[in-house]
Each structure stands twice: as C-alpha cells, then as structure tokens.
C-alpha cells in the first residue's frame, strides 16, 4: 500500500465516524466509507517478480499499451512504447531498467486525455533519462485528464534496478518508453502489461552494435 492510501483512506473514516456522531445516522457516513474503501483500493501495491537477464526493459506501469510505433526526436530516430493507466490500474510506477539516473526534468503542460497521441508532448510530465544496459532509456510519467499529480522519489546521481518502485501518478495517467531504434520490441497495441514484471523490449549494447558494423563491413569487403 503506497502511505497517501492510508492518508486518504483514515482521513475519510474519521469524516465518516463524525458525521455518524453528529446525526445519529450511518447512512451520512456512508459515502466517506465508499471513497475510503476506493482510495485503500487504488494506492495498493502489490509485490512483482523481476524478471533477470540483460537488456530487458519492464514495464514502468500497468495498463494497455496504446502505442508501439517509430518516432523522431530531436536527438534522433526512436522506438516509443505507450502505455495508458486508468483508475483500474495500479499506479505505481517502476524503473524499466537498472542503471544510473542520469537526468530528471519536469514539463508543465496541458491535462489533455491521456489517450490522445498529444499528450504525449503537450501534457505536464516528467521526464527520466536512465543510463544502463549499455543504452540511453527515457522514460515519462504523463499526466492524463484526471491526473494532477505526477510523484517521483529518487535524485540524479542515484543508482536504479530494474523493476525498483520509482514514484507514481495519481489517477488517470500515461507512461511512455523511448528506446533505441535497434531495441527489439516485444509488445504490441492492445496488450496489457504489468509494472516491473512485463518485459517491453530487449536492448542491444552499443558495444555489440559496433562489432556487428566491423563484421558487416568486413563481410562487404570479401
């Protein structure tokens, strides 16, 4: 259970036990018991198994992915992987991969759905860069319509495992996965993966692209 479950839920019990007090009536109180039980539910976190092997990058939230496409960025070619996390979902958010965080950058922005291809850019985010597995891996907690809150522990400088709880969205809300073009892809539009425990992609290390250029270019030469 993530503590602002606890925060919220105790807070509404204690409206729900007052009102019970000053009417005399339990059906006053029984909306703040519902919201209770709504919000202990939605802050929990269950634990996940990791998986172990090199270059796999997990999923940094549950939910359905809504997109796996190719995309240009200002620093080049890159694979995007979208998940979308409704209210259903759990909302804590994962490290995709293990390394060191290089780069933490906050973006204010709009709450458009978090659906919409445009949230993507248009949307408040934050924005991680982690660098491990021999590779650059952005990840962003997207803020959605409902969300207005995005929560994010660790500092630059600090060394993340793969699958280690990193911060959370408050209700609805996105996350997006930028990989190297090379990274092979294991997921598809409409899948439903789990924080930590699905594995999104597997990553090629830059040392290993630069052997199979010498081969390749050598194979040429013959």
Known sequence: MVRDGYIYGI???AVAA????LTGYWVWGLAPVLLAAFFLWFFRDPQ???PIGEGLIVSPGDGLVTEATSIMTPEGAR????IFLSVFDVHVNR????GVLSQVRYHKGQFLNAMNPASAEENEQNIVLVEGDGQ????????????RRIVFHPKVGDRLERGQRVGLIKFGSRTDILL???ANVQVKVGDRVRGGASVLAYLQPRGELATAGRDST?????
């Open 218 to 222: 050598a194979e040429g030469a013959r």
């Open 48 to 50: 996940r198994t990791i």
């Open 136 to 147: 650059t891996v952005v990840f962003k907690q997207i803020a959605g319509l409902l969300a």
């Open 11 to 13: 807070s509404l019990l």
């Open 18 to 21: 007052a009102l019970r007090w």
């Open 180 to 182: 190297s073009p090379t």
């Open 95 to 98: 490290a995709p991969i293990g």
């Open 79 to 82: 694979q995007r992987i979208s």
